[in-house]
């Protein structure tokens, strides 16, 4: 069983877009089988805007406990307030306020106060989902507002496809991937096949791209790059292109900007529609549709193809 | 007056918003800009500030000594983080998931631990024009990006007084981002029409409510024809600051690192629009 992860370091580079692209494309690829998809991205999750899911099964996700407060045993003495070094706890005219926000959940005002006023509660940190899409199943995740811990629940996303990819005899998981590079990115990339960086040619998208194969390089993750919206600028094209040959990094697809990519999203529909469908029963329709029947989605295609050949 | 430009979603021109609206109240105001998207920094792309100084940003993290420690183990029962393990004759410490709560050495009955800095990323400073410049950058391979937002927003050093703060976020609404817009006077959220932006803006929009700051909305590329971007704003009561056309001209200069309003004069119109709304919104004029 193959891990591909799909990120880009910044965002708007057209990552999910292409994530659902190869989901549908995956669908139809006799080689791959049972595709499974999990989206990474549960702070800001969006894969199921473009395939559909219909949720099987949710479940709770607890992050660490965090500081609760129980004022009949609290008598104010303030000696929480030093040790919190996330100014979690403060006194306002003498009374102890805790803020739910701030604390990290480390407990050491539960251990320092005198009177076992503090009590370190279970919180529901955001919850995780099992789907069915028309491409296969889905497991996505939704963090709640202001947490901490992205990277744990990233790490239950990933569990939890695992698992059904076992239990389906899959052997491909295709990850929708956080921004940035910090815990979540870090939970995402680790011990995956293929790291697939969608970038584009901007000074910001090189940028981040730099730094993400820095991480991924740091990781011994095998990387790949696709340049979206390559012609929007050839200069910082070239540079991108420059990079990966000097990196020996491959370069697996190019993919113009085509203002029909954003209407089709506009109206949540993934760019690339399935050639043959798969339920049982449906019928074949003769005009195949793809709703980019041309270069871009050819593009889109053979960056597939390439991708396949890399993994297996 | 500080104000923070976040989104839920990432691309849809928050630093360009940050960037040229920056520029703009820098007309009229004393502005310093402080860039909080510490996993991946880019308004220095574009606003391309000297830089004259930088620190180091560190967490305390512990170190054991072997031969003060009586292999108690309550050091990795008080770690909420699993950074500290006590195992057989060994306690062994993982400092990339160290919080730095400082609670081991805290409670270590036998003064075994002591702290350490260990850097995970700098901040850096300088002057781009009028503006005051203030950058973290988180390093590669540590996870830990809220110190450094942190650190970025009490950066004192050589900076001057100024009247207005520009903080720009990093994407989503989890710690980093509550972290920069915690406390600001008023949050700008960069959305665009499609049913990525509207999704990730609901998101935004719940996190600056749970922080009690007031806020507006810039829709950026406008005019794709998706309505329910629009629709959601006017049945929610938020106002909708400004409005950027979806332009491939516009592109095209972000793309080379460009300033929209030193090249557009209809987007410098927008920008000094947008300065005024967000002055009133926040009760400065």
Partial sequence: MKELLVVSGKGGTGKTTIVGTLAVLAKDTPLIRNPVLADCDVDAADLHLILNPATKESKEFFGLKKAGLDRDKCDNCGECIPVCRFDAITSHNGIIRLDPISCEGCGVCYRVCPRQAITMEDFIAGHWFVSDTPYGPMVHARLGIAEENSGKLVMEVRREARRIAETLESNLIISDGPPGIGCPVISAMTGVDLVLIVTEPTVAGIHDMERLYNLAKGFDVEVAVCINKYDLDSETSADIEGFCHAHNIYVAGKIAFDERVVKALTRGEPIIMPRRRMSSGAQRTSSDPHSLPDTTARAIEELWTKIVVRLY | ?285
């Fill in chain 2, 1 to 285: 007056m500080i104000i923070s430009v976040a989104s839920g979603k990432g691309g849809t021109g928050k630093t360009t918003v940050a960037v040229n609206l920056a520029l703009t109240l820098a007309e009229t105001e004393s502005v310093c800009f402080l860039d909080c998207d510490v996993e991946e920094p880019n308004a220095h792309l574009f606003l391309k500030p000297e830089l004259k100084g930088s620190s180091k940003v560190t967490v305390p993290v512990p170190v054991v000594d072997e031969k003060k420690c009586n292999r108690c183990g309550l050091c990795g029962e008080v770690c909420a983080f699993n950074a500290i393990l006590p195992l057989g004759e060994d306690v062994l410490t993982f400092h990339e998931l160290c919080h730095g709560c400082g609670g081991c050495t805290l409670f270590c009955p036998t003064n075994a631990i002591r702290e350490e800095p260990q850097e995970i990323g700098v901040i850096e400073w300088g002057n781009s024009g009028e503006i005051f410049h203030v950058q973290g950058k988180l390093n590669i391979g540590s996870p830990l990006a809220p110190p450094i937002v942190k650190a970025v927003r009490a950066h004192n050093v050589d900076r001057p007084q100024c009247t207005v703060y520009i903080i720009d976020a990093p994407p989503g609404t989890s710690c980093p981002v509550v972290s920069s817009v915690m406390n600001a006077d008023f949050c700008l959220l960069v959305t665009e029409p499609t049913p990525f932006g509207l999704h990730d803006l609901k998101l935004a929009v719940d996190m600056v409510r749970e922080l009690k700051v007031p806020f507006g909305v810039v829709i950026n590329r406008a005019g794709l024809g998706y309505e329910d971007l629009a629709d959601y704003c006017k049945a929610e009561n938020i106002p909708v600051l400004a409005e950027i056309p979806f332009d491939r001209r516009y592109a095209k200069c972000y793309a080379k690192g460009g300033r929209l309003i030193d090249e557009f004069p209809e987007i410098k119109k927008t920008f000094r629009e947008l300065r005024q709304a967000i002055l009133v919104s926040a009760g400065r004029v």
